[in-house]
């Protein structure tokens, strides 16, 4: 590249790295800092997100590294799931996490619970017969497990292209139930694997189907025990320990590592890693957080949102990159009608499973509500169900580890579904994550929150000034007041049978209530925690503030 | 592990990374951990260390898993040179780059230069002499490829143990001079190194001779000159683009992946990443940090750290670990004789070798100083002697490279090769890095520096309120005064050619000025930096400071 070597020796290389992974890093640096550049000059287009860019360079360079190489390659690496399910994606979910309203998460965990476990279900079952059934005439040869595999694959929303078309400062009851759905299908979808495995037709029965059941909430449990407990030591191992004393450096370290090691501790026990980390994150910003010091918060919050910013940029630069790779198209240039229909036909029933579910399970939860302000009117609905549409990274992996494995890759059923699955991928994030935004305006317009959102303490992780789960008695009077723009929602709104409501709300409130004082009573002062860190002896005090920050390096 | 699998379906994990990658994963980790709380407990230990303590952790978990697995491994990952060079070794040398006393640096830039270039080739010449002298006798069968690739190996200080045994704070000139010369003489290397690939001993003539120090300086001006072009181009896009606007994370992201562009590019090219990094580091803490926002600056400071701190215990654990794999062992158990001679000859070729040119070469810096402030007495030589003699991962990973490609990893004067690095590493660090910490602190007590500069301002990166080449003019007065500990010190001091110093100092304060001058009236204005981003409209200013805090997120 116009470096003369002449009169240098020749490249030898003393480090001796493998030159080709030198090249490839380099590139998809270079790309990454584009996008960052790009993203920042589009921040005000109304049409355009970060992921789209990144999608959109990611192909560019694929046509031309295509063009350069001759036809033969698009892509500089194999698609890696280790790559995604190791490295890239515990950050973005750990964020999210670390992150998220706390409030309006468990204000709404029953319905996310419902559109997460049964609403994935049913998605499931509706893509897994409609495949059987339209597949089986388009001349497509396919095993049954590889149907309900694709049901697995398709059913399930990804959290990444959620967390990119939705703010959570401007819809925050959609983002809450969209992503809050997201993370919780992981662990649906993890047992729905695991069930499609070795599944046989004949032997379905009342016992099997209780098993499953009974195996989703033992995953559910273990994976957020796991994160909860990591969580809770980080809390009090920093604030036993008070690593700030001697190195801020050593707090932010072993938070990562902890967030890391709970994540991992997951996949090693095949329990839903993405719960976890996500749980992790929770209960690190609930506690963790306030037991370091001032100059580690500011770092930790810009770090993760930082990591997780990258991540998502380079999943999307590289699923752009990897759509143009030639061989899975070779196999299916001879019948590009069928592979037509194919991705059609999986975009319909993405589209109708996730009708399916939404729209019933919408009106479900709605009798349980009372405030107008935690029904989900029409207009939400439409948004959860368009929002939720979205494939990206998480289907393609498990697209490439159904269809790829045991060397019957060349199998031209296999072929065709991988890249459709590229084609439902790149389709529903470019269409419909482009239309999210607009159409969010177009059926929310204006929304009162975003103001009351924005003024909050900019220092904080997003919501800290709540408690984890309380406050939703105190401030209803407030949410009632604060959307006027919100009551007129059509609907289901008129519908109020106020006996199985007040059944149904009780316990949440009583549950909200006892957390909150079990939280101020025995949590908080053993874990430290908002109000309580500087109190205790020895854990990062006000008036240590001057020492450590005399302290320049461990 | 007691994981109870029983009722759970069979652990077919839906993400499918591969297990053996998640243990080992989950173990470094988990031990990464342990290192911290325990560097954290052992703090006001004299004696540790945090790589001492993680190189014990990593011997311990070897024999551990050598126990586990019946003798067979002791490791739970190859030693690779891609994971170490690309991904351990940037963080390392960015972070030493970006907090380094630029102020000390450039004064003794040339002493510097003298110990990296012409030292290393000192110890060098008389490693692969000795080295051709001793192994002959010890009826070790090796090419004059081999004998020169020795020299290279262990004449190079490891400027990663260097970080960890000598403190910046309290003795700022040593570590200076020990760092910059590892920073320095990793080109050296790799020009030596490249030439060392096709030596012909019967063809050295004076045209090679100059061949090589003209390599040897291309080399290093081109590694420097894309590692500040990267790092004003870091500066110049962040202030022209005020990233900070939207969102701190871009600033921080930008910041990051620009910085590790550098080293990249540098890989790429055939350079030396270590010094483009290194530069980088500096040029980024002078300009870019300047223009980022205020959450950014702290952010960036100790996201740095961390990772350097991160990557330097992952480091040492590896060569732990790594140290006890019996393949290597068994090689040589038939000869243990031999392989502890080769050991020890090497040990003391490392003394001779570095003895060689530290004593020499400081007298002839001395003649260039009137300070005596920057005269380095004799007291200073013995510790930057002594303080340089540990060899790393960076020796083990070369020693792997010439001694185990090509498929010639059974030989048995490879094998022996191989475990003397370890050997010579396991002791060089536990030895020479236990006794480094009271050997400073006999020969140099309570020095006056310390309580003057943590006293600085913490919030900034070491050294930031000072310019990146000026005041040394100014401080003279100030220097003297504050220097009265070190007015006695032995040897050279008393030697004053008053003609020859004014002759070599005079250039280097013109250089001085004029770089200030510079730097205020084009540089600074430009590229931002203290002082001058606030100025400029559309940079970073104060006036925006409450704009960009309400921001939340991108």
């Not at 393609?396 to 699955?421: C, D, E, K, P, V």
Request: aromatic share 12%; net charge neutral; glycine share 8%.
């Amino acid at each position: 590249m116009g470096f003369d070597s002449g009169t240098i020796i020749d490249p030898v290389k003393l480090a001796t790295s493998d030159h080709a992974s030198v090249v490839s890093i380099t590139l998809f640096v270079t790309l990454l800092c584009t996008c960052i550049v790009i993203g920042h000059l589009l921040e005000e287009n109304r049409w355009m997100n970060e992921s789209i860019i990144a999608l959109i360079i990611g192909l560019g360079t694929g046509v031309f590294i295509l063009l350069v190489s001759g036809g033969k390659s698009s892509h500089l690496m194999l698609f890696s799931e280790d790559l995604f399910f190791i490295y890239l994606l515990p950050p973005i979910i750990f964020n999210a996490g670390f992150q998220v309203k706390k409030k309006q998460f468990f204000r709404n965990f029953i319905t996310i619970m419902m559109f997460g476990a049964l609403g994935t279900l049913i998605s499931f079952i509706i893509i897994s017969l409609g495949a059987i059934a339209f597949f089986g005439r388009m001349d497509i040869d396919l095993a049954i497990g590889d149907f309900l595999a694709i049901g697995a694959i398709f059913a399930a929303t990804d959290s990444v292209c959620t967390l990119q078309v939705l703010s959570q400062d401007e819809t925050p009851l959609l983002y809450s139930l969209v992503f809050g759905e997201g993370v919780v299908n992981d662990a649906t979808s993890v047992v729905l694997f695991n069930a499609v495995q070795d599944f046989d037709l004949s032997h379905i029965n009342t016992g099997i189907a209780l098993q499953l059941i009974g195996n989703f909430f033992y995953l559910f449990i273990t994976s957020t025990a796991l994160g909860v407990v990591a969580g809770l030591l980080s809390a009090y191992v920093i604030k036993k320990l008070y690593f700030g004393r001697h190195s801020t450096d050593r707090e932010v370290a072993i938070m990562m590592l902890l967030a890391y090691l709970s994540y991992m501790l997951a996949e090693l026990f095949y329990l839903s890693g993405i719960l976890t980390v996500f749980f992790c994150g929770i209960v690190m910003s609930h506690y963790t957080w306030h037991n370091i010091t001032e100059n580690s918060r500011i770092t930790t919050k810009h770090t993760f949102a930082t990591l997780s910013f990258v991540a998502e940029t380079f999943i999307f630069l590289y699923v752009g990159m990897d759509a143009l790779d030639m061989e899975k198209w070779k196999v299916v240039s001879d019948s590009p009608k069928t592979s037509i229909s194919v991705s059609a036909t999986l975009l319909g029933l993405v589209l109708l499973g996730r009708a399916a579910f939404v729209f019933p399970l919408s009106f479900l939860s709605n009798l349980t509500k009372k405030s107008p302000y935690d029904k989900i009117d029409f207009k939400k609905q439409i948004t959860i169900w368009w929002a939720g549409l979205m494939r990206g990274a998480v289907s393609m992996a498990l697209a490439y580890n159904q269809f790829t494995r045991a060397g019957h890759t060349q199998l031209r059923g296999n072929a065709i579904l991988i890249t459709s699955t590229i084609t439902v991928v790149l389709f529903s994030t470019v269409v419909f994550g482009l239309m999210t935004k607009p159409l969010v305006r177009l059926l929310m317009p204006s929304s009162k929150q975003l103001s009351r959102m924005i003024s909050s303490e900019p220092l904080t992780p997003k919501s800290f000034n709540v408690p984890l789960l309380g406050e939703s008695m105190d401030s209803e009077g407030e949410l009632f007041g604060a959307n006027g723009s919100e009551a007129h929602g059509g609907g289901q709104t008129g519908v109020r049978p106020s006996r199985l409501r007040m059944l149904l709300t009780t316990p949440t409130r009583t549950v909200h209530y006892y957390w909150r004082k079990f939280d101020d009573a025995f949590m908080r002062p053993v874990f430290g925690g908002r109000g309580f860190a500087p109190y205790v002896p020895g854990s990062p005090t006000e008036e240590n503030v001057h020492y450590w920050q005399g302290e320049n390096k461990y």
